[in-house]
């Protein structure tokens, strides 16, 4: 049973579009909720939110967290070519056999220009 | 580039051989992080270390053997693997474990003849 789910999975959009990715989860012990960008190889760090209602944002990509529903989204506005990626939604949670991330599927998002 | 790097970036290896990967950072981070990435899918955590001591991910083969000789080191050593173990191999770090966003390396593409 998937712990964190993302919506929705792939994602076409003109350049200049704004896009919102969702994010749900149910897990105990949650600890903090983190967006990842994948490209070819890393996964690159975005956000990480802990506190509800608190928007983290970073130019034209921002994210909020909702503790009460368990979800969050990541908006990215003005959209760019560049802007093509997966988009990774992880939650670290304590317990279970390690302290890792637990990571949704990912949305792929794909920027025409 | 990341600051996490590993080394080989990829690898080609028959089920009979031994290889290792490694890892390195010089952040000053105490965990230390091995995850499996399958194509099109998202990461799996395999194994973390905290201040050098290892917690185990009971759901990883034996043929995986994780190792960690000091605070900025991590490999992994595989021995006879199987062609369904073929997937890009991810090291990560973090200041600690929970609380604290992972920095990802670009990973170790190996694939098993």
């Known amino acids: 049973e998937d712990k964190v789910v993302q919506s929705p999975l792939s994602l076409v959009v003109h350049e200049g579009d704004t896009v919102t990715l969702n994010c749900s989860y149910e897990v105990t012990n949650f600890r903090s909720l983190l967006w990842y960008k994948q490209e070819k190889k890393a996964p690159t760090f975005l956000f990480m939110l802990?506190?509800?209602?608190i928007e983290k944002k970073s130019g034209r990509l921002s994210s909020i967290l909702d503790k009460k529903e368990l979800f969050s989204i990541l908006n990215i506005t003005a959209t760019q070519t560049g802007d093509s990626a997966i988009y990774l939604c992880a939650v670290d949670f304590s317990g279970g056999g390690a302290d890792g991330l637990t990571f949704g599927k990912g949305t792929h998002l794909i920027i025409q220009p | 580039d990341t600051e996490v790097t590993q080394t080989p970036k990829h690898l080609v290896m028959g089920m009979t051989n031994k290889k290792s990967l490694k890892c390195e950072q010089h952040m000053g981070h105490r965990a230390m992080y091995w995850y499996k990435q399958k194509a099109k899918k998202p990461p799996e955590l395999m194994f973390v270390y905290s201040y050098e001591k290892l917690s185990i991910n009971e759901s990883v083969p034996s043929r995986f053997s994780p190792e960690c000789p000091n605070s900025s080191l991590l490999n992994l050593h595989l021995h006879a693997l199987q062609p369904e173990d073929s997937a890009l191999y991810l090291c990560?770090?973090?200041?600690?474990?929970?609380?604290?966003?992972?920095?990802f390396g670009d990973g170790t593409r190996l694939s098993i003849l």
């Open positions: 990560a770090s973090s200041q600690m474990t929970g609380y604290q966003p992972q920095h």
């Open positions: 802990t506190s509800s209602g």
